[in-house]
């Protein structure tokens, strides 16, 4: 079992900075996948990134390669996204999620995640 807590979203103007925070508890969190995902009302979940559970691999979409980055800091059992240059249609609830333990270098889809957080809602005013 793990449990995933998310914080630091809120209001922001367009082309600023936020980071977001994914405080894990649980069992062997530095051996599992973590993903950050959004969804926005009326839309599906969407991939944001992904990181290796060495920390050595990200895997960002395209839609945000460039500006957000994804990281994890193993001895506090935490994963962050640096997200720069936020941009309106970046306004969505963003959550992390963390994978069973597998052999895979990293997931792109929701149903590859086994634990979610809360969700914490990031808001981008122009």
């Known amino acids: 079992q793990v449990a995933l807590v998310e914080s630091g979203g809120g209001l922001v103007q367009a ?9 894990a508890s ?3 969190f530095s051996s599992r996948i973590m993903g950050w995902f959004r969804q926005a009302p009326g839309r599906e979940r969407e991939f944001v ?8 691999s990200t895997y960002p979409s395209t839609s945000v390669k460039g500006r957000f980055t994804i990281s994890r800091d ?3 059992n935490t994963v962050y996204l640096q997200m720069n240059d936020l941009k309106p249609e ?8 963390a994978d069973r333990q597998s052999s895979a270098w990293y997931h792109t889809s929701a149903h590859d995640y086994e634990y979610w957080g809360q969700g914490t809602q990031v808001t981008v005013s122009s």
């Not at 082309?15 to 405080?23: D, I, M, P, T, V």
């Not at 990134?49 to 050595?56: E, K, M, P, R």
Request: proline share 0%; aromatic share 10%.
């Open 15 to 23: 082309g600023g900075s936020l980071r977001l925070s994914c405080a």
């Open 26 to 28: 649980g069992r062997a």
């Open 49 to 56: 990134a992904a990181i290796h559970w060495s920390g050595s």
């Open 74 to 76: 193993n001895a506090k």
């Open 90 to 97: 970046d306004t969505s609830i963003y959550y992390c999620a």
